[in-house]
């Protein structure tokens, strides 16, 4: 048991923030950071992609539907390796791994946004919006200021049950070795070639903790805004 702890010690600063004091991030560092870039960047584009396609339910909405149901019926390993390749050809050089495995995320994740906050916008009173419109507000000021703060707010257990999935999904990046938590743990796994499951329970608890940490963050806030 001892020995066990002990390759969890004796890797634990690799594991955690990778070679950060060479400024290459990598561990749980490097898994939070590319978690939230994602988040970032999905979360306002699924946003303003639900309004849109609730703004415009003809033919519009028709190719939002297609582009997020082909994003979401493909597996995301194969976006993160079409990405990998089609990048560099499109911006005539090489970009880092981290980048292209959290623009593959966002994309991802995007499409799942869009879809839960479509739902949130369509189950809503219609005639809110037409209500907003006779007091003097535009399309889109009834959108920003009444309909999506209690959208989100409704659909806030599905935003995050979509951003623990991103969260996990960053394991991911291994396959085109980007040094996350994932890899970092293979590598350390591959060099000392011993206690293996102590390693991976390990990093199974830390993904654990992690997902527990935002679930909770985000009770908390919807707590706060119920009251």
């Known amino acids: 048991m001892n020995a066990n702890l002990a390759v969890i010690a004796d890797n634990l600063d690799y594991l955690l923030w990778g070679r950060l004091a ?19 960047l999905a979360l306002p584009l699924g946003i303003l992609l639900a309004c849109v396609a609730w703004r415009f339910p003809g033919t519009v909405r028709r190719l939002l539907y297609l582009w997020a149901e082909i994003i979401r019926g ?7 390796f079409w990405l990998w390749y089609l990048l560099p050809m499109l911006t005539g050089s090489d970009m880092p791994g981290a980048v292209t495995v959290t623009l593959a995320l966002a994309w991802f994740t995007a499409a799942m946004v869009m ?4 739902a949130g916008l369509q189950a809503l009173p219609k005639g809110q919006f037409e209500a907003a419109l006779t ?10 200021l ?4 209690q959208t989100l707010r409704n659909v806030l257990p599905s935003l995050v049950g979509i951003f623990i999935g991103l969260l996990k999904d960053t394991s991911l990046a291994f396959i085109v070795n980007v040094p996350e938590l ?17 390693i991976f329970i390990f990093i199974g608890v830390v993904y654990y903790l992690l997902c527990f940490g935002l679930e909770r963050v985000a009770k908390r806030w919807q707590r706060r805004v119920a009251t």
Not at 74 to 80: E, Q
């Open 182 to 198: 994932t890899t970092v743990a293979g590598q350390v796994n591959n060099r000392v070639q011993i206690y293996p499951t102590a």
């Open 135 to 144: 007091q003097g507000f535009s399309a889109g000021q009834s959108l920003r």
């Open 74 to 80: 493909i597996p995301l390993i194969f976006v993160i």
């Open 22 to 40: 060479d400024g290459i991030p990598g561990g749980v560092a490097l898994t939070l950071m590319m978690a939230v870039g994602a988040g970032a």
């Open 146 to 149: 009444i309909l999506l703060p």
């Open 115 to 118: 879809h839960s906050v479509l």
